[in-house]
């Protein structure tokens, strides 16, 4: 029997991995904020550009060294755009684009997710509002549900979302010109707690990890299961109706990454040197994810094979047809040299940048905390990258 | 930031950043997301270094930052973007035939606790923290925290099961 010191004991004893963060790593990102900080309290402007150009920035190696990426000769003038919210929506977070560049996805949030902190129980999904933006401008997204988060849109404008108003997202739904339809699962009770994700066709694409994988063709409000292997999470679903996803062993220790055919073909992502890879995007010949242990972000060609470890220690959130691949803040381009998305000055924490279209407009969230410490939006905007060299 | 304040941060980080990372590990159960968390509880700690050196527990003040990190980080839409995490399925249902490690095996009841019980159980047995510096890091009242205590506790028990049952009479909320 496990006594209170034995509880101790075990949790200080629990295998932690290293951690890339040392001290001076933390003087150094400290020093930057409260640079961000100082300048935004100088310039004064909302959307000033360019305060932190010559501050290299810092990305963590694998052993705690902090490997400095060099400061010149980045291109940095993305246009900065911040784009306008639904009036009374002061917390909104973008959560998705489409290929074109056109359509832009995002929803609001009133209060805090998950569980609660005073009872501790799931006591329900957070009140979210969804939005579309055409063309940079906002318009709320009609929804009769107290949770709607749209994950996915297209170039037609088709928005793919979960919904619920209980504890889970039990429900996809698909808006075409706006208009919600409600996506019908199979018998049971589905939760869909990874996002959704749409084609170019319309086709739509849902998992829950203990139930299996749900595709819903263009039109359709029927679903047909997939016959993916149990516990398959999805990560993408391509235009040509392949799932992008992966499947990690039940003790947790292996994930392995795949590309699978709505017959349940699959093709298995096998990195040169061996390391396993999450597969984060997908788009057109280019996959970009993170390879483990090493944890740097990766850019794979799936028709020449081409595999390129960018040496970057942070998430790739997205790839275009380009193949251009955004991992935090900077962009990686195969033929020329890297962008930098600049943050906006004065703001002491670092912007999400997640959504990348294929003409280079990259679409994320300026971030601050609250007064409780909670991070929060502080306003969308977007980085136009298309015409830079 | 004024040198002296520099160094006095600088000590802080040294003499914490293990711990903090440790314990974010334990909440979240993924690596690079408690260092994602411990930089960002830092750097917050960094830039209001002259008001937090200030405060009479400090090490309060960082935890609770740690924690509201920690609890607001899977809101955000880019936590969907694996970074090598566990599947909470291990947690619910472990296969029979494998030999996971003690370790592990807390690493995976933990998992399968709701958040604000985890972070109650990391708090009070893995930080050492009263149950009124845990209220004061999950803002909370001493009584929520007992109860959520004695909730988690209750379902370590009864995911470890057999021969790992805790005794629960020896734990104290």
């Not at chain 1, 929060?376 to 015409?387: Q, Y």
């Not at chain 2, 109860?147 to 104290?172: P, W």
Request: glycine share 10%.
């Amino acid at each position: 029997m496990l006594t209170e010191h034995d509880l101790r004991e075990r949790l200080g004893a629990v295998h932690v991995p290293p951690s890339r963060l040392d001290t001076e790593t933390m003087l150094i990102a400290g020093r930057r904020a409260g640079r961000r900080r100082t300048a935004g309290a100088v310039a004064g402007a909302v959307l000033a550009v360019g305060a932190l150009v010559a501050v290299p920035s810092v990305v963590f190696g694998a052993r705690g060294t902090p490997d400095v990426a060099p400061a010149a000769p980045r291109s940095t003038t993305c246009a900065v755009t911040g784009l306008p919210v639904p009036v009374g929506m002061n917390d909104v977070l973008v959560s998705g684009i489409d290929p074109a560049g056109r359509y832009i996805t995002g929803f609001n949030t009133t209060e805090e997710a998950g569980t609660n902190q005073k009872t501790g129980k799931v006591d329900g999904l957070p009140a979210a509002q969804p939005v579309l933006w055409v063309d940079g401008r906002p318009q709320r997204l009609p929804g009769s549900y107290r949770s709607v988060i749209p994950s996915g849109v297209n170039t037609a404008g088709v928005v793919a979302a979960v919904a619920g108003n209980g504890k889970t997202f039990d429900t996809v739904l698909r808006y075409v010109a706006g208009t919600p339809q409600k996506l019908t699962t199979p018998a049971g009770r589905w939760s869909f707690n990874q996002g959704v994700y749409v084609n170019a066709a319309g086709d739509i694409a849902a998992a829950d990890d203990q139930r299996g994988v749900l595709l819903w063709k263009a039109g359709s409000t029927t679903a047909a299961k997939l016959p993916l292997p149990a516990h398959a999470m999805i990560n993408g679903l391509s235009d040509d109706g392949r799932i992008i996803g992966a499947v990690v062993t039940a003790d947790g220790q292996t994930l392995t990454s795949y590309l699978w055919t709505q017959t349940g073909t699959a093709s298995k992502f096998v990195t040169p040197d061996g390391q396993q890879m999450s597969v984060n995007a997908a788009r057109g010949e280019w996959v970009t994810g993170n390879v483990w242990p090493s944890g740097t972000a990766v850019r794979w060609n799936t028709r020449t094979g081409q595999f390129t470890d960018l040496k970057l220690h942070t998430p790739a959130h997205g790839v275009n047809a380009q193949g251009w691949v955004l991992a935090d803040d900077t962009i990686e381009r195969p033929d020329a040299p890297a962008l930098k998305l600049e943050h906006v000055a004065g703001d002491d924490e670092p912007p999400f940048v997640g959504f990348l279209s294929d003409r280079g407009l990259a679409a994320g969230n300026r971030l601050t905390s609250d007064k409780d410490g909670h991070t929060v939006s502080k306003g969308v905007i977007t980085w136009n990258c298309a015409d830079r060299k | 930031m004024r040198a002296e304040l520099e160094r006095e941060y600088e000590e802080f980080v040294r003499g914490r950043l293990a711990r903090l990372h440790r314990t974010a590990y334990l909440l979240c159960g993924d690596a690079h997301r408690a260092d994602d968390i411990v930089q960002a509880t830092l750097t917050a700690l960094y830039v209001n270094w002259k008001k937090a050196s200030g405060i009479d527990n400090i090490d309060g003040f960082a935890h609770r930052v740690l924690v509201r990190r920690y609890l607001d980080e899977r809101r955000l839409p880019w936590s969907r973007v694996r970074l090598g995490d566990v599947p909470d399925r291990t947690a619910t249902s472990p296969r029979p035939e494998q030999s996971i490690g003690d370790r592990d095996e807390l690493m995976a009841a933990l998992r399968g606790l709701p958040k604000g019980q985890r972070a109650v159980i990391v708090l009070r047995y893995f930080d050492d923290l009263s149950v009124e510096a845990t209220a004061a890091a999950l803002n909370c009242s001493a009584g929520n925290v007992k109860s959520q205590c004695s909730r988690g506790l209750a379902a370590l028990r009864e995911v470890l099961g057999g021969e790992q049952r805790i005794k629960m009479g020896g734990l104290a909320c």
